[in-house]
């Protein structure tokens, strides 16, 4: 499927606005400014966007710990998460979830969720309930290669073949899961193909190809908004940081992440495909790179500027409503 | 008022509410039962102690789902149907699987809306069976209530009788915050009267059965017919008992329990749960603080010991409060002196 | 593999005996006499033995529910089980445990197990303890065909890839999971099948066949034994009962069992398949019943007879220690 | 003695028990780190609050032990591994990652030796890291000792400091019952002085940090400097305080703490984790009952509200118990009149 000029602009800034989003984080982390555990999704860019720009926001999507791609990807705004990661009180979450708990329910997105394994299962009941209304809604859960060795996403899968829900399992296969080699963890070392015995399709691509990316979620999704039930689609990427900020990732390889950044930049893989298929100029891009950076410059500024939740904040949002109250 | 099972007065429950709005459905193992297998016959259980019998036949498999032996799915998944905007009711056979699903409540049902700053809402039931009664052993009889009630974010609603079966069922299903609804196993073919039609328990409100001025009795869930047992041999020897169940353990009713303590000075609260950490213990740190210049007397707690719960019937006997366990205690709270 | 004459009475035996116990047990339990749930193995028998000939004391097994057959073929006594049942203070367990936590580990039998899915693990844990001592040993993984989607199986099944334990994940396909179908529950309906996708040899045979059970299971315990990591087996079977005491089966067809017991009985299939090949008599056979249903008898007499446990057993094997005591 | 941090307290005592006994192994995810992976360094973490470092390239890789992302079977194994006659040490990173292996906690380990009528023993040690400090918001900051301490079966070890960092885990791993071990995040480069060599703390044995006449402090884990920061300040008020760190919560000293309360007559329970079943109501719960003749005002609890963790400082702040609401609550029961 051809995409139009619209859409290939829109894939673009979408997959910049997280590259310089999570390069301008890195910067601001060591201000010590920003709290917390914060997980970078540089280098994945391509499969968020990739898979997000075939839905739309009656669908939904589930994230992990490495959430701020997809969460951009699926429409939050980018000045509310940028201020939720600083924790402040008008951020997305009132300051209450952080980086690792970012979510936009009224936009499909589930919420980025802190352990692994816990997104799955619940991406499985938003399929179901599209299933049970007739939408046509479609679920994606994202997970990484250590989250697909977590028994809950098993589960998941078999049931999901079982009740043939609209749901698609995306792995982003980026090599590690913290300090420990997916070469290792997954014993088949074949994600996809575990999957594929579960009885549902399943296929692995490139990861940092957004035109592949697409092009297979797009077959997955058609499939499931048809009730042809679940699909497995395995990327492989690579994250361009550590697993959370502060890691010195003592097991790669020296030079692997410049090597990547060389070879795997979605972002410039994607340049070179438009360019060279004359679908997008250089100059069109550039523009879209500037308003990026200049939306990132203003979503720290403003982040920085906005005040903090105040105590009384701690004790509300537990409950919409509690006999007695909360002490 | 109808005389109705516990077991009954659930069923009707479900049965109002899934009439009444269309967006709850129920999921677990054998929910229906007879998906699958040889027979034809599409409801073959109706649930394992057949609390949901009937709904598939009227409600159709879209709403009442049978699934694989996955509890963190169970549960998951409807954490993610109540997300996306329905009203699940979830079913954990055993309280005791809490074990293999408990990331999905504690971590995720109970912590959306604080997590995502009030922008959501997971109205989703789990409902459970817990409790000793029969002989079930160590990994089909436990109570853990106190567990779920150590969480914020999450409700605990434990009937003890088939009328507040049914109406804190269905405050539970309508409320939009998560509950962990604990169904007690021996209680099940309990008959009580229970009113007709639309009937609602609030949480959060608890239930004095009886008044007196001697001693207050707070219990929990099974653990209320065993008090009343108790109040009789008290009575006889004219100990007058104040008798309180909470209906809820969270939200908890701190206000109907302070207020008897100031009444009668005295405490016991009976809970089938471990002893530490437990629910009675909870009640009871919160009666030495409020009510301390109320208190005449030691509080006792009286629960099953710090042990896991045995098989054998003359074990499972002594593991369980019981009503003269219950009357002892009382009795000495009244016979005490300082 | 041919096996000796000693061999093959001993296996039938054993078959027997599980037979017996559990038809005794279905009779006696409309006493009322024995508390709790009770799920017999009739039917199943040619599984529990077949694997377990091939293991010895230093073999490790763990069970599920379903436990008689598995004790009884790894040498659990007899007696002490069905003392146990009966919740007397010198059975297995002192009454403790009762039918689904019989467990006699000084015969490396490490439970049965009330959780669905709550043995794999442990028995994982016991292959990787017999290859840290390099004693060759190796351990077996009892699970129902429902047991098969419960996450922590599958979480075994990768982890026991990755580590290459000498662990065998034996599925018991009996059809049903309660009152549910294997054939809706696994989605895939392929059990081996999918655990071939963990990157295991994996396989599927008749579960009424000791003589196919056997084999199969001896090929995994030697590759095992040998270094050569995990394998799973799934049998297809059938139980004669319903899934406890007392179940009134209406997910099965009327006449199943009846078939079953004319065409997938593990005793006759066994007795038929050595008398055809003079391997044994019939009168051997014969003998070998008759003393099973003596002891069997002495078995039900003796724990009718025992002592039930006191009040104050109720404190003792908490733990082995504890400051305080318990209270 | 050498001054040690709470992490090389801890470091060290794995170290001397693998030394000492073969049998001792760890496994967890990146316990050593680097298996897989293109730098060819074997141990790239050593755990990832550092705590295991060293042990891989000195004890191996049959030893020590990296997983993939399986927390059921990482203390599952560790279940079989104890049952066939190992020392095995389960890493949970975080201890809120017992949701996704509750079952093997609650359900095995603490119940085999029970189930089984005594003839088994489960010599485990499940190490994982609670509590607030780091901003880690709802899912990696939360406490729940008191989840597992209401477990028969199991005991539940939190040091303070890291000399019973050292002592207490030496202790744990000798212990032939299940221990689960709970190491507090902001506590791990915390500096204090610790015995060199073999070191063991008994399990059930306070320590009474400081002596006093009116009235009795207990604190857990990191607790223990917050309350002593109280101490402080309320002896500025003339305010003399009995400071018991119980490092076990299961078992439990109570003679230390009945004995301190019937010299003060006073008590705060100091608890990081929710109020609801906590351990802080549990203490106050047998205190209330055990020694109520002494007490000479309300029994007082700080803990964290019944809310999630969030997320942003002002409010990890304001949720975590502080000195200043320490120092105020004893000063209130120190207030009280009757
Ligand atoms: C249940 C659970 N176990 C462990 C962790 C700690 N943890 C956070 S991220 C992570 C690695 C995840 O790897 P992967 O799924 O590949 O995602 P990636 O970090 O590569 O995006 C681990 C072990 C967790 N958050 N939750
Ligand atoms: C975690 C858990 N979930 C549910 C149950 C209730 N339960 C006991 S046996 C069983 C069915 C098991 O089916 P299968 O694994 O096929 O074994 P079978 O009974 O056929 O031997 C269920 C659902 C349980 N004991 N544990
Ligand atoms: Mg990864
Ligand atoms: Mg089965």
Redesign the interface.
């Known amino acids: 499927m051809q995409l139009s000029r619209e859409e290939l602009l829109r894939a673009y800034r979408q997959m910049k606005t997280i590259r310089e989003f999570e390069e301008r984080l890195h910067v601001e982390i060591t201000t010590g400014e920003i709290?917390?555990?914060t997980h970078l999704y540089a280098g994945q860019e391509a499969v968020a966007v990739g898979v997000c720009e075939n839905l739309n926001d009656s669908d939904?999507i589930?994230s992990t710990h490495r959430g701020h791609g997809h969460c951009i990807a699926k429409g939050c705004d980018v000045k509310g998460m940028m201020k939720e990661i600083y924790?402040?009180k008008d951020?997305?979450?009132?300051?209450?979830?952080?980086s690792?708990?970012i979510?936009?329910?009224?936009k499909g997105m589930?919420?980025a969720?802190?352990?692994?394994?816990?997104g799955?299962?619940?991406?499985?009941?938003?399929?179901?309930?599209?299933?049970?209304d007739g939408t046509g809604a479609v679920?994606v859960a994202f997970g990484g290669d250590?989250?697909c060795?977590?028994?809950?996403?098993?589960?998941?899968?078999?049931?999901?073949?079982?009740?043939q829900s609209p749901i698609i399992f995306v792995f982003e296969n980026n090599?590690?899961?913290?300090?420990?080699?997916?070469?290792?963890?997954?014993?088949?070392?074949?994600i996809a193909?575990?999957?594929?015995?579960?009885?549902?399709p399943a296929a692995c691509g490139d990861g940092s190809d957004f035109f592949e990316v697409h092009a297979m979620t797009r077959e997955a999704v058609e499939r499931a908004r048809d009730g042809g039930g679940p699909t497995t689609l395995e990327f492989k990427t690579t994250r361009f940081f550590g697993h959370f900020e502060g890691d010195p990732q003592?097991?790669?390889?020296?030079d692997?992440v410049k090597k990547h950044r060389e070879t795997m930049d979605a972002l410039k893989i994607f340049r070179d495909k438009v360019t060279k298929a004359k679908l997008l100029t250089k100059k069109a891009m550039d523009e879209i790179d500037a308003e990026v950076l200049k939306l990132i410059d203003e979503a720290v500024e403003e982040a920085r500027a906005a005040p903090?939740?105040?105590?009384d904040?701690?004790?509300?949002?537990?409950?919409?409503?509690?006999?007695?109250g909360?002490? | 008022m109808a005389v109705k099972t516990y077991r009954e007065a659930l069923n009707e429950a479900l049965h109002l509410e899934f009439e009444r709005d269309e967006n709850v459905v129920i999921l677990g193992e054998d929910v229906s039962g007879g998906a699958g297998g040889t027979s034809g016959e599409r409801e073959a259980s109706g649930g394992i102690f057949g609390v949901s019998a009937g709904l598939l036949p009227r409600f159709g498999e879209a709403r009442v789902i049978d699934t694989p032996i996955s509890e963190s799915n169970i549960v998951g998944a409807a954490n993610g149907l109540a997300l996306a905007g329905k009203r699940p009711i979830a079913e954990l056979m055993f309280a005791d699987f809490i074990g293999v699903s408990f990331d999905q409540i504690i971590n995720q049902a109970a912590k959306f809306r604080y997590m995502f700053g009030g922008r959501t809402r997971c109205p989703v039931v789990i409902r459970t069976t817990y409790g000793t009664g029969m002989n079930a052993a160590a990994q089909h009889s436990q109570a853990l209530y106190p567990v779920i009630t150590h969480i914020p974010g999450i409700k605990v609603a434990i009937p003890s009788n088939p009328a507040d079966a049914k109406g804190l069922l269905i405050t539970a299903i309508r409320d939009d915050d998560p509950v962990m609804f604990f169904e007690h196993k021996a209680l099940y073919g309990k008959k009580g009267e229970v009113p007709e039609g639309e009937y609602l328990v609030p949480f959060g409100k608890a239930n004095i059965l009886a008044e007196g001025d001697d001693v207050t009795i707070v219990a929990i869930g099974r653990m209320v017919h065993f008090a009343e047992k108790a109040m009789k041999t008290l009575a006889k020897d004219g100990i007058g008992v104040e008798l309180i169940d909470p209906r809820t353990t969270s939200p908890l009713d701190e206000e109907a329990i302070l207020d008897s303590v100031e009444k009668t000075g005295r405490l016991v609260v009976v809970d089938e749960a471990n002893p530490r950490c437990s629910v009675a213990r909870d009640i009871a740190a919160i009666v030495a603080d409020k009510a301390f210049s109320s208190l005449r007397a030691p509080i006792k707690c009286v629960t099953a010991p710090h042990t896991p719960v045995p098989f054998a019937r003359e074990l499972e006997f002594a593991y369980t409060p019981s009503p003269d366990k219950i009357a002892a205690a009382a009795k000495a709270t009244v016979e005490f002196a300082a």
Not at chain 1, 113 to 118: A, C, E, L, M
Not at chain 1, 149 to 163: D, H, I, S
Not at chain 1, 193 to 200: I, K, L
Not at chain 1, 313 to 324: C, N
């Open positions: 709290a917390g555990f939904y589930i924790g402040r951020g997305l979450c009132g300051g209450k979830g952080g690792m708990h979510a936009d329910v009224s589930l919420g969720n802190g352990i692994v394994g816990g799955p299962p619940i991406a499985l009941g938003a399929a179901m309930a599209a299933k049970i679920s250590g989250s060795n977590q028994g809950t996403v098993f589960e998941a899968m078999n049931m999901a073949v079982v009740l090599g590690y899961s913290e300090h420990t080699g997916a070469d290792y963890a997954v014993g088949s070392g074949d193909g575990r999957a594929a015995g579960f009885g549902m003592r097991y790669r390889a020296k692997e903090p939740p105040t105590p904040d701690l004790l509300t949002d537990v409950y919409i409503s509690y006999e007695g909360i002490q």
